[in-house]
């Protein structure tokens, strides 16, 4: 059994798209503002992930995160689809189409959403947006209450920032960055050994 209302007042899941939360005419101006000025990374965050979220819109519900994901009205919750995908005998279909159902909804006042979005400006093609964009999409799954579909390559990225954090700078993963749009390099050095083992041949 389900509880849809109480105290004459209609329940929503926070977890759910459509949640509107009261705002005084600031605060609406304030907001109106800001997703203007946030709407162009929206387009470029969609692009970058593509059938991994549903759409990328601009959101009120945040305070001090980033980003979040949230499912469709009907869709499956967070929950539901880690009990679903643990079932032996599931419809994967139907799992598919219900899973598939995921918004994205970004704080257009959070410093690292506008860092972001000054740094898409000047380069939309920036390697590092795009990674950034894909770390965000991690770590939004994971505090949101999902599974995350690839983990060794969520790993690979936040080694990569560990790298950066402790200026490690190492020539062959520039070289095999040139060649990966959106991934990080997962076996370059495999592929550097190759190629040498070619030329003393």
Not at 5 to 21: C, M, R, V, W
Not at 136 to 143: A, C, P
Not at 168 to 190: A, C, H, K, N, S
Request: hydrophobic content about 35%.
């Amino acid at each position: 059994q389900q509880l849809k209302e109480f105290d004459g007042k209609k329940l929503l899941s926070a977890t759910k798209e459509g949640l509107q939360i009261e705002e005084d005419e600031d605060e609406k101006k304030a907001f109106e503002e800001a997703k203007a000025k946030t709407e162009g990374l929206c387009k470029l965050m969609k692009e970058v992930l593509d059938d991994k979220v549903e759409k990328v819109v601009i959101s009120n519900r945040l305070a001090d995160s980033p980003c979040c994901l949230v499912t469709g009205e009907y869709g499956w919750s967070a929950n539901m689809e880690r009990i679903m995908k643990a079932q032996a005998l599931r419809d994967s279909s139907q799992g598919a189409y219900m899973s598939s159902k995921k918004t994205m909804e970004i704080n257009p006042t959070n410093a690292i959403i506008n860092a972001l979005r000054e740094k898409a400006d000047a380069d939309q093609s920036d390697k590092t947006v795009r990674d950034l964009i894909w770390l965000l999409y991690d770590t939004s799954l994971l505090t949101s209450g999902f599974s995350l579909d690839e983990p060794a390559t969520f790993s690979a990225r936040i080694h990569r920032l560990v790298k950066l954090g402790l200026s490690l700078d190492d020539d062959d993963d520039e070289e095999v960055d040139d060649d990966m749009e959106d991934l990080p390099p997962l076996d370059g050095d495999d592929d550097n050994e190759e190629s040498a083992m070619e030329q003393v041949d």
